[in-house]
C-alpha cells in the first residue's frame, strides 16, 4: 500500500522559513516523480513543486520560484520542501503527491494516484 505522511507545518511570521518532509513507504520512492501541491480552503489545489525521480531535477510554480525549494534523499525515501521568505499567501494545507502522469519536459503533473494527508503552514505575524 502505497502511504505518504507530511510533517514540518506550523505557524510562522511573514519573512520566515520552514521545511516540509514527506516519508514516502510501499513503493520504489526512487523510481517516481513527486510533487508538492497546496490547497486553501474553498480554492482549488495549486501545483507547487515537482522533482525528478533522481533529484537531478526540479521545477516550480511561479508563485514560489526562488523562495522555495525541492529536494529528496531516496535513501531515507524522503521528499523535502524548503520554504523560505514565507508570505501570508503561502498559508496553506501542504500535499505531497505522486503523480499517474506529467509533462516529460517540465515535471508538471497531469494526474495523481497517491496524495499524504496534508500538513498545515500557517504564515502570520
Known amino acids: 500500500e502505497v502511504q505518504l505522511a507530511e510533517s514540518g507545518g506550523g505557524l510562522v511570521q511573514p519573512g520566515g522559513s520552514l521545511t516540509l518532509s514527506c516519508t514516502a513507504s510501499?513503493?520504489?520512492?526512487?523510481?517516481?516523480?513527486m510533487t508538492w501541491v497546496r490547497q486553501v480552503p474553498g480554492k482549488g489545489r495549486e501545483w507547487v513543486g515537482s522533482?525528478?525521480?533522481?533529484?537531478?531535477?526540479?521545477s516550480y510554480a511561479d508563485s514560489v520560484k526562488g523562495r522555495f525549494t525541492i529536494s529528496r534523499d531516496n535513501l531515507k525515501n524522503t521528499l523535502y520542501l524548503r520554504l523560505n521568505s514565507l508570505k501570508t499567501d503561502d498559508t496553506a494545507m501542504y500535499y505531497c503527491?505522486?503523480?499517474?502522469?506529467?509533462?516529460?519536459?517540465?515535471?508538471?503533473?497531469?494526474?495523481?494516484?497517491?496524495w499524504g494527508q496534508g500538513t498545515q503552514v500557517t504564515v502570520s505575524s
Open positions: 522533482v525528478s525521480n533522481d533529484g537531478g531535477s526540479t
Open positions: 510501499g513503493f520504489t520512492f526512487h523510481n517516481y516523480v
Open positions: 503527491a505522486r503523480p499517474s502522469a506529467y509533462n516529460g519536459r517540465t515535471y508538471y503533473p497531469l494526474d495523481f494516484d497517491s
